[in-house]
């Protein structure tokens, strides 16, 4: 890996993500050589995905270099690798790029779409937990209004007009109010030789209420909110199968949709060499001491998404959000310097800052630490609380902009086919130079 | 293609080019009903493709949805489609969604690299003429200095960091000069354990000039910038072959390097049916007369880089760049209506507005009708004409904005791999869901 051997002691840390982010900033010109790794060399900011989906954002106004948040550091070193596996009996990864022997281990490593072992919904449904899954649900998107002027068969047209959203929580929630916005703004604009109005969006949740993890004003009011822009609300339903056109469920209820976006769960990414059963809980995720430390490995702590801290406030761990990723990280950057100047370490304590989800122009719910508000003024925090976290003074300024202008046009520009998703809609001639550009 | 038929002639456009979009603005709510073909569903803005490669812009923020210039149009029908083939016998083209009837043909199809049937270099190198193949450049840049830094192979290193450019026009001239501010600016901060001073710009001519359409005082001008900056220009040189690691010339000088980007020439995009002999220049062009009409087809017409039209200024046809096409699409939709309503059409004539090349910050060259001038100040007229020529206000806010910051801060923040382009970087995971996702 090229790595110079130091005095200092190594600490690799798997993810840039917002756990591994907020820790490597903690160890900055500390004595310790930081090895970051990961699978992208950006950092990408999940709570905006969805706007990416649906051509409000560019894909680049919510990423940022790894390498320039950590530019400046002497005691960095980034390399671009997925790692496989961890030997903890010799402190060693082994990576995409070779192994790689470490002093301090942390696994950052984030979670991805959990299909619960459905793999007839896993092949046919899109995710959208990653830029190019966003792209490519962008893509689909528009190919299916494209594809929809061309056919006579209703059944065909609404099916391909007929987008549902498995999954009540956030990212379900907000890209469901996102879609709904654009059928009312902007399809009757893009296709007046189209009836849009036929366009339908359902969001079908397995429990009985949206944004389960917030409180029940919120989720009563985010349904009003949904159902005001026109989105077919379903609770009490869960998705059983589909075959990338019928949609089963549980109950008599079925759909006829091309488009299935699965936000019904995540799990914990899985490195192997680590799991043994009674470190996993049921989401992969890794059970911690108090100092996220990974029960049974003294070297190896676990921050973020793939990391369970069960706590009285939180018995199944915290939530699998940003905060106590970037929490987690800070602290944990704070203890590798106390452990290594042997002061004793700090547990972890969470800061609950609350949580909101935007469900459209104008429209949020905000849970926070002593109030819970819900409408425009909720819809303004949303968005200067996501300007305040995203990485990088330009892409606030971008995404800023590009917010005003959707606000005062009632536009989404990015409306782009730049990446075919379906194959009709790869050129022939360039198929075989491009469909390597693949993630 | 469910267009319904109308009382007016139907215009079909092939191409939403420069020229497509211009012809297409003046057929607004004129008494005809125009059909844009396009194989993506959006205009790209070709001359700021190489600042996508080098992480200076979004490849969004230079893209425009086609349906939105077309948007409140009463007789306009976009679809997304490639055309195959063309019967001017029955007045119908066929395309990748079916025939479709026109009684008036409006060829603008644009260019495409032309590699002068050499598959070596056409299979190994890299094309700049779409937002897919700029994106492809970008990531393999950053892949090759990731990759650079694994390896002791000090060839191989270099290799990874030479940079080949052949072709000395304005595409070729505005790419080398972007690489050499970004080794010089900014791969010292980002790969502080590489010695990227190593890295090297080539940019290799065939002619005894860069530029060559522009005045030998921009030529050499230009020439002087990019030594300055540290590009190294090698002039009637000829490139005879690449295997994807070594360049041969057609003198004893050859390179070892993994990038070569091909930008040395290009040619009209052909569809069939049209290719009769006399018909076809060099470059695969259409031979016009006056009125764009393709020689020998009164209801087929060409405009931009398909159409070759001789005169005495342009014994060869207009130069395949932006205003010849705007012009050319202007004059033709004013010529459609005059022939609908029985005028006599009027023959094109080109307004020069002269050309400009930008070489890096404070560098650029332009040619004006009466003057001609160099550095900063050309340098701000070169970015007020394009930001002008850009299609979107969004775009042009979120361009300007992008050039504000990396002109403050040196620096070029989109240095993103969304979509590795070498396959050791694809995640063997998500390959077969992303790998679809190619143009």
């Known amino acids: 890996m090229n790595i110079p051997q130091s005095s200092f002691p190594r600490i690799v840390i798997i993810g840039g993500g917002f756990g591994g982010i907020a820790l490597a900033k903690k160890l900055a010109n500390k004595d310790v050589q930081v090895v970051l790794l990961d699978k992208h060399n950006y950092h990408n900011f999940q709570p905006l995905l969805y706007q990416v989906s649906t051509g409000g954002l560019e894909p680049d106004s919510i990423a940022y270099p790894i390498r320039k948040v950590l530019q400046g550091y002497p005691n960095f070193y980034f390399r671009l690798a997925e790692v496989v596996q961890i030997d903890p009996k010799h402190k060693i990864i082994s990576s995409s790029i070779g192994d790689i022997s470490y002093d301090y281990l942390v696994v950052a490593t984030g979670s991805e779409t959990n299909y619960f072992g459905n793999k007839n919904i896993e092949e046919n449904s899109m995710a959208m937990k990653t830029i190019p899954q966003s792209l490519n649900l962008r893509s689909l998107i528009l190919e299916n209004f494209e594809q929809a002027l061309l056919t006579d068969d209703l059944h065909e047209r609404d099916a391909l007009m007929n987008f549902v959203i498995v999954g009540g929580g956030p990212t379900g929630v907000e890209l469901a109010g996102a879609l709904a916005e654009i059928k009312k703004g902007i399809l009757p604009k893009d296709y007046p030789d189209l009836d849009t109005r036929r366009a339908q969006i359902n969001l079908v949740q397995g429990g009985d209420r949206l944004l389960p993890a917030m409180s029940k004003i919120a989720s009563s009011k985010a ?55 009674e470190l996993l809980t049921r989401g992969n995720r890794l059970k911690v001491n108090a100092y996220n430390q990974v029960i049974g490995h003294e070297a190896i702590f676990a921050i973020g998404d793939v990391a369970q801290m069960e706590t009285e406030a939180y018995p199944e761990g915290h939530p699998m959000m940003a905060q106590p990723a970037i929490q987690q990280g800070q602290n944990l950057g704070q203890n590798l310097v106390r452990l290594l100047d042997g002061k004793p370490l700090r547990p972890f304590t969470y800061k609950d800052k609350g949580s909101m989800a935007t469900v459209g122009r104008n429209k949020a719910v905000a849970d926070l630490k002593r109030i819970k508000f819900q409408g425009v003024f909720a819809w303004f925090v949303w968005m200067f609380v996501h300007l305040f976290f995203l990485i990088g003074f330009r892409n606030r300024v971008v995404v800023f902009i590009n917010w005003v202008y959707n606000y005062v046009r009632f536009d989404r520009e990015a409306r782009l086919i730049i990446r075919p998703f379906k194959k009709q809609y790869q050129s022939v001639k360039n198929k075989v130079a491009d469909s390597i550009a693949a993630d």
């Open 223 to 277: 349904e009003k909110f949904l159902e005001k822009l026109g989105v077919n609300v379903w609770k009490d339903i869960r998705v059983t199968d589909y075959d990338g056109k019928h949609i089963t469920t549980d109950t008599d209820i079925s759909f006829e949709a091309i488009t299935l976006v699965w936000a019904a769960g995540v799990q914990a990414v899985r490195i192997e060499g680590l799991d043994v059963d």
